[in-house]
């Protein structure tokens, strides 16, 4: 997430304001992207990837409507 919020926001990421409360709150952000990266994904439920499947199938299923092949 940092790595995104890197991108998007450029150099500007950088400059952080000297105010203790606002460096505080960021160090606070940080802490919270660490941890939630070193949790890690949670598995997908069966649901979701019966729903996945489902669109994978659509899509593949359009893409040959799309090029008049059928399988």
């Known amino acids: 997430m940092e790595r995104i919020a890197r991108e998007v926001l450029g150099p500007t990421m950088s400059q952080l304001s000297d105010d ?3 460096r ?3 160090a606070r952000k940080l802490e ?3 941890e939630m ?3 890690g994904r949670k598995p997908a439920t069966e649901e979701q990837i ?3 499947q489902a669109w994978g199938e659509s899509e593949i299923r ?3 409507r799309e090029r008049g092949t059928t399988t």
């Open 62 to 64: 359009r893409i040959e």
């Open 50 to 52: 019966k729903i996945w």
């Open 32 to 34: 919270m992207l660490e």
């Open 37 to 39: 990266e070193a949790k």
């Open 20 to 22: 203790p409360e606002i």
């Open 24 to 26: 505080a709150a960021w």
